[in-house]
């Protein structure tokens, strides 16, 4: 007998050799940096960036805590929730093979973690460290593309992740090794043409610039326009930078926030931990004047942080939240 699955056996089409990602050289020449990086956001949504500067031994130092977090038993894991959830993913019936630490990421956020207490007690440390370092690279990031558009303002959108109230989050995602279920017993969201189980289902991020680094054990994929599945050949020594829907809409559209997902891997641990820039929840979310034009006249209303979030949180993982607030 086939048992049924809660979720849709999926039939997506996967490319199977690989294509050429856009790479930044952030040590490059500024100029052409910053028209490089506009490119690939308007291309793919998507980058990588390589010479970013932020220390490899920092990295490596929250990886370790990350695992060591992760490798404890779970009824020590879950006295961490919410912070820590397993499977569960927002509060409206997502359910992904990957269990993780949901953290602030704003600057004055010196009570990160202060409610775990199993924790180790120089993980709160640990943890800011990371995010001074990577909120830097997301800053650079964001003023070569305030450059590369021609925004006078060149820190419109880096000031907004600067902020103190600055909503910002740093998630550190863990997909433990997964063997590959037969097809009739399994009970989770399926891949059929890789043979992979989906650890994070396929979403776009809410915020401003999400910043990925990931161990060396495959499982990001990324949604071209036409439906294919990219998978990103894991990089541990670089970032994986994606536009998020709030850079969709003060960019008036001229970029488009990257659908991904993660796959889990049937012999190895996944590790990845994401920045997410996001602005203040009062910040009221707008293209500057220079991206509005009588030839592209505003496709969004306006709103702020704290309405979309809402709205984030009231829909499913994949929904196209960011249709909600456009312009008819
Ligand atoms: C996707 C990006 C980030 O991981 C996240 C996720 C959030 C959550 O896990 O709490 C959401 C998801 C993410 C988008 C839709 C909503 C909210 C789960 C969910 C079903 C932290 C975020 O900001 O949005």
Known sequence: MVLASPNPITSDRILSTTIE???VDLKGDRSVVSKLIVKACEDFGFFKVINHGVNQETIATIE???FGFFGKPMSQKKMAAPVYGCKNIGFNGDMGEVEYLLLNATSNSSSILHHISNVPSNFRCIVSAYTEEVREVACEILELIAEGLGVPDTSLFSKLIKDSESDSLLRLNHYPPLPIPPIHHCTTDWDNSSNKVVG??????PQILTI???NDVPGLQIS???GLWVPVIPDPSAFFVNVGDVLEV???GRFASVRHRAMTNSQKSRMSMAYFGAPPLTARIVAPPVLV???TPSLFRPFTWADYKKATYSLRLGDTRIDLFRNR
């Open 64 to 66: 370790e805590a990350a």
């Open 293 to 295: 034009t009588p030839q």
């Open 224 to 226: 071209l326009q036409d």
């Open 212 to 214: 990925l680094r990931s």
């Open 200 to 205: 994070f289902g396929e979403h776009s991020d």
């Open 250 to 252: 003060m960019t008036n």
């Open 21 to 23: 990602l856009p790479v």
